[in-house]
Structures are given as C-alpha cells and as structure tokens.
C-alpha cells in the first residue's frame, strides 16, 4: 500500500481508544469536564449500562455559541493556551481530546448555555459529521448526549461486558469523584431509577456523611480524621484505625488537588506507616486528599490521568508517611506506643 494519510474521522477513532475504553470512560471524561466547568450539580442518566445511552448534565459555566462545534475539534481546549499552563495544570482536563473521541464512536450530542445567553444551543455528532447548530431551550450548563457506543466499531463493541458490569463501572467512578467533588451535588439514574443521591456538602458534618455515602458508615465509625500541612503540602481526610482493615484494597481513594490517583510512591508511603499494625495480607481504607501546587507535580504522563510524578516525590512521601504514622500511633494504647524511628 502506498503512504496516505489517515481521514481525520479515522485519526479520531484510533485516538479514542486511549480514552474510551468503556460506558464508564465516557461518563469520566464528560463529569470531569462537568467538574472543571464548575458544576454544582451534575446529573447522570444512564441506560443500559451506559451502552445504550449516557447523558450528563450540569450546571457549569456552559459553552458559547459560537465554540460549540469547536468544542468537538480534537485538540480544542480552554484550559491550557501554552506550554507554561501546561507545567502548572489545575483542571482534570487539558488535552481538548474527551469530546472529539466520543463523538467519533457514538452519536454525540452537545448542548449548553452561558449564563448570559437567552437560550442554550446544540450541535450533534455522528460519524465524523456535524450538524449544523441549532437553538434549544435549557436553563445554563451543558447538557451531552452519547448514543450507542461504539455503533460504528465493533471491534470495540466486542469488549464491552453486561449491562450489570458496565453499570457498576459507573457507578464506581461516580463514587470516586464524589468522594474528590463532595461540594458537587451528584444524582445517578440508572434505567430511569435514581440510584444515588448525593447532596453538596459545606461543612465538616456533611462532608463526613458524603464519605458514609460513597463508602459505607461502618468506615466513617471507625475512622480518624486528619489534617496537616507542612512545607506548603496539606492532607485531610479519613483513615481507618487498624481494627477496621478490608481483605481487598477497595476503600482506597487518593486525591491529588481533586484528582484522584493510583500511585507507587502514595501506596508505599500508606502501606509502611500501616505497616506495624495490620496483619498481613489485610488492607487499610482511606480517603485522602493532598493538596500541592500545581507547578510541584506532573499529571502529564498518562493519557487516562490516573499517574502523577511529584517534582519532589521524597518529600511527598515523607509527609504522607509521617502524618499517617502519627496518627495511627495515637490509637494504639500508651503502652505499646513506639516512637517512629
Ligand atoms: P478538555 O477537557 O481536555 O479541554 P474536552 O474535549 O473534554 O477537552 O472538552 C473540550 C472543551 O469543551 C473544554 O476545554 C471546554 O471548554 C468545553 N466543555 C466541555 N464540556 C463542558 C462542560 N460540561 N461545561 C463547559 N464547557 C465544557
Ligand atoms: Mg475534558
């Protein structure tokens, strides 16, 4: 075959499967942009799984007019204009990828209005091509629309599971960022049945009872709460006492500035200041949250943005460990309460 080079529809789709592996990928890209959009409520219609259609609204700053469609161009942001916004990312989103992958394996369909409009509008998706913009009568906030995913890629369609599985995936990830977002107010709907509702929580109080939503009561009853800063890092939230440890590692939530995270170095950092106190074999529970600048770590080394690298990983460690440490040794009767070494 001679060189040619690829239709962009094409270009689109390849890229797609970086970000869109499932329902619930689509669903964490489109309540990430919900998020940095400012939303203070978001709600999440699913059906079927999410195979059949997923719709997300919020409340947010909403989309222009004029850059609705622009919205849907691959590499088309409002969050990053430079590289130096890139050393420093505050949003979830910055790649302007999200829409355009999603539009090229679904039927897409993005509707939105600023605050300042008189009407919202809307532009539809559907293999490759984009119709042309049209009123619609919304209140503010962006409402998106994904029909049959992956309608037009079998090969993917192959690997999407039941619609049980593909609806617990969901509702994981809504779990997850309503653990990140607690001052979001978040409802889900599943086959037009409300499956969770999670009012914005303001203060301590209500933001205990978001972490007994999404995590059980049992956690928050045999939970610490705590807080430190130190060397401009700050962490707060809960953390099991040893007496409460799980056999899988299935209430482990860490968020870096809102973001949450799967990392080797935050892991360890847990798992060695544990490390006296549980048994083998048992895993602690938490939900964290590190707040850093944003220019001291990098969440630019992975498309699905669950990695970070922090600019100073000993520190990092170093002040997880040791605010953990301290905690956990305050739980354990006088006598045996070993300084750290
Ligand atoms: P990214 O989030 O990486 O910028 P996306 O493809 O997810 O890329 O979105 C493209 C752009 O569309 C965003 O930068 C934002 O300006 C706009 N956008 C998407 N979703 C929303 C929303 N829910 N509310 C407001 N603006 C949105
Ligand atoms: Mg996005």
Redesign the pocket.
């Known amino acids: 075959m001679p060189i040619c080079k690829l239709p962009p529809h094409l270009v689109n789709q390849i890229a797609a499967g970086e970000v869109v592996e499932r329902p619930a990928s689509v669903v964490k890209?489109?309540l990430?942009?919900?998020l940095?959009?400012g939303?203070g409520r978001i709600r999440i219609d699913v059906d079927e799984g999410g195979i059949r259609r997923m719709r997300i609204s919020?409340d947010?700053?909403?989309?222009a007019a004029e850059q609705l469609a622009l919205?849907l161009d691959p590499h088309?942001?409002?969050?990053i204009a430079s590289l130096s916004d890139l050393e420093a990312v505050a949003?979830l989103?910055?790649?302007?990828?999200?829409?355009?992958s999603i539009a090229s394996v679904a039927r897409l369909t993005l509707a939105?209005r600023t605050p300042e409009a008189a009407e919202g509008s809307e532009v539809r998706a559907e293999n490759g091509q984009l119709s042309s913009r049209q009123p619609r009568g919304m209140p503010p906030g962006?409402i998106?629309d994904v029909e049959d995913l992956f309608f037009n890629t079998p090969a993917r369609r192959k690997f999407v599971r039941t619609e049980r599985t593909e609806f617990g995936h969901i509702d994981d990830l809504v779990r997850r960022l309503a653990l990140a977002r607690p001052a979001t107010a978040f409802e889900l709907v599943h086959n037009g049945r409300a499956v969770r509702r999670l009012v914005a929580a303001t203060d301590e109080r209500s933001r205990q009872r978001r972490v007994g939503d999404v995590c059980g009561q049992a956690f928050v009853d045999q939970a610490l709460y705590l807080e430190n800063r130190h060397e401009g890092l700050a962490l707060e939230g809960y953390i099991a006492r040893p007496s409460f440890s799980r056999s899988q590692a299935d209430l482990q939530f860490f968020f870096v500035n809102g973001r949450l995270v799967r990392d080797r170095l935050i892991a360890h950092a847990v798992r060695q200041a544990y490390q006296d106190v549980l048994f083998h074999g048992r895993h602690p529970a938490f939900v964290l949250h590190l707040t850093i600048d944003p220019a001291r770590v990098d969440v630019n080394v992975h498309p699905q943005k669950t990695e970070v690298r922090f600019r100073d990983s000993r520190q990092v460690h170093g002040f997880l460990f040791s605010t953990l440490h301290r905690a956990l040794a305050e739980t354990r009767p006088t006598a045996d309460r070993s300084a750290p070494a």
């Open positions: 890209e489109l990430e942009n919900s940095d959009a939303a919020d947010g700053c909403g989309i919205a088309a942001t409002s969050k949003t989103g910055f790649r302007g990828e999200a829409l355009a939105s962006t998106v």
